[in-house]
């Protein structure tokens, strides 16, 4: 019974497909050579930072999975704040998947939402999805009644401060959002 065939992050049915039983899955689990992170979701044990652990598992389940708001903010290194769980975004009408722990899920705004949407590669190939330092500060003041507006005014401040960081740019992604955008406007002639 081979781990190494499956994708870092799989489902019961991608074990299936791969040749596996459901009680072989279950013995691996018990070996403790895979981890199961959500209902019918496994990752391989070792395989997956484990800051990313349950967006591979998200992502598992579903495509769309993206890492956003304070998650997002501490992938990009923009804040000091260590998040509790995991944010994941799903557009608006997916429905969540069940059994995670330590997830938050948040639901947004399908025209929306690719704006700003980017891929890295966690492991092996494994293709994760994550908002933008600009989409991330942007979300960050459009939710700063959710998430307190200390985070996006910090997370701003940090990006100003590095090289290449562009209001222009910022101000960009913003005008897709029309209810953030006096606001982020009115922080960057604050910060400037």
Same mark, same amino acid.
């Given at each position: 019974?081979?781990?190494?065939?499956?994708?870092?992050? /799989?489902?019961?049915?991608? +074990?299936?497909?791969?040749?596996?039983?459901?009680?072989?899955?279950?013995?691996?689990? !018990?070996?403790?050579?895979?981890?199961? #992170?959500?209902?019918?979701?496994?990752?391989? !044990?070792?395989?997956? %930072?484990?800051?990313?652990?349950?967006?591979?598992?998200?992502? $598992? #389940?579903?495509?769309?999975? !993206?890492?956003?708001?304070?998650?997002?903010?501490?992938?990009?290194?923009?804040?000091?704040?260590?998040? /509790?769980? !995991?944010?994941?975004?799903?557009?608006?009408?997916?429905?969540?998947?069940?059994? /995670?722990?330590?997830?938050?899920?948040?639901?947004? %705004?399908?025209?929306? /939402?690719?704006?700003?949407?980017?891929?890295?590669?966690? $492991?092996?190939?494994?293709?994760?999805?994550a908002y933008s330092a600009e989409r991330t500060i942007v979300d960050?003041?459009?939710?700063?009644?959710?998430?307190?507006? %200390?985070?996006?005014?910090?997370?701003?401040?940090?990006?100003?401060?590095?090289?290449?960081?562009?209001? +222009?740019?910022?101000?960009?992604?913003?005008?897709?959002?029309?209810?953030?955008?006096?606001?982020?406007?009115?922080?960057?002639?604050?910060?400037?």
């Amino acid at each position: 019974m081979s781990v190494s065939t499956l994708a870092p992050a /799989f489902t019961l049915d991608d +074990a299936r497909a791969a040749g596996l039983r459901k009680d072989q899955v279950y013995a691996l689990l !018990t070996a403790g050579r895979i981890e199961r #992170l959500g209902r019918s979701v496994y990752v391989r !044990t070792g395989t997956i %930072d484990p800051a990313f652990a349950a967006l591979a598992a998200a992502t $598992a #389940l579903r495509n769309a999975a !993206t890492l956003c708001l304070t998650s997002a903010l501490a992938h990009h290194d923009l804040t000091d704040q260590i998040p /509790f769980g !995991t944010d994941i975004a799903l557009p608006r009408g997916q429905r969540h998947p069940a059994g /995670f722990e330590y997830v938050t899920w948040h639901s947004f %705004d399908a025209a929306t /939402f690719t704006i700003g949407r980017e891929t890295f590669d966690a $492991a092996d190939g494994l293709q994760l999805a994550a908002y933008s330092a600009e989409r991330t500060i942007v979300d960050s003041f459009r939710l700063a009644h959710h998430e307190g507006p %200390d985070l996006a005014y910090t997370a701003l401040r940090r990006w100003l401060q590095r090289r290449g960081s562009s209001p +222009a740019s910022l101000l960009q992604v913003a005008a897709s959002f029309p209810k953030a955008l006096p606001r982020i406007r009115q922080a960057l002639e604050a910060l400037l």
